[in-house]
């Protein structure tokens, strides 16, 4: 009785302690997978962006943000955030091309990435038939944004790229449509082998523009992301540099 008695209390032991190691396994996992995909959220000046102001207009649509301007000189745009970036911190660049005259959207993706919903400008697009279209993002955004342009090579007037590059899925060297390209030399996220071979899928022409001392982290306002380097310019210069530059190429598409 004895033997079986104690037998019976290892065994309780055992099962008591692979219940409490699998807790710490779940435990863990969700843990990893909040830090994951926890998306980097707006900051102070985004969330000023997303207001009405300067003759724009901001609404929030279902799967969008709207950025109306009072008068329209040009081109639309559509902008795909990047990977684990809310929509809102895309706001201050997306308020200043509005206030140079372009109608400005920001896609809104699942869970903050964009390669869930690759060809949500197809809604944004029959949202607005009567204007004609630009489309770009930030980092993964961007790719996804050139693998867009690819499968509908006649949607586009022009194709842009924030820290970003386009694979061979997002070939957009032979759509004929204009390429921006625009990088930070401080940005520790971009990926340089892949982002050299990404320019054999753009254009010959492509506009490319380097921003001294740019990062990654501030093409959009919301905080350093991870792994990122230190800029060596402002916010505010960034995105003035980004802004001038983007308005200047959107303007010689007619």
Known sequence: MRNRYNTGRKKRGIGKFLLVLLALIVI??????WKLFT???PQEMAQTAMETADQVTVTEKDNWIDFVPDKSVGVSVIFYPGGLVKPESYAPLAH??????????????????????QNLADDIIKAYPD????????????SMAARYAASHPDALQGIFFLASYPDEKGSVKSLGIPAL?????NDEVVNA??????????PEDTVYYTIEGGNHSQFGDYGH?????????????????TVKTTVGWLDTIK
């Open 225 to 241: 992301q991870s792994g990122d380097g230190e800029a060596g310019v402002s916010e505010e210069e960034q995105l003035s540099q």
């Open 181 to 185: 390209s625009i990088l930070g030399t």
């Open 39 to 41: 998306p980097y959220g």
């Open 131 to 142: 204007e004609p279209f630009v489309m770009g993002g930030h980092s993964l955004g961007g």
């Open 193 to 202: 082998t892949k982002y050299q071979n990404g320019r054999a899928y753009l």
């Open 28 to 33: 863990g996992c969700g843990f990893v997978a």
């Open 96 to 117: 200043e091309l509005a206030a140079a005259g372009h109608h400005t959207i920001i896609a809104k993706m699942p869970v903050n990435l964009a390669v869930l919903k």
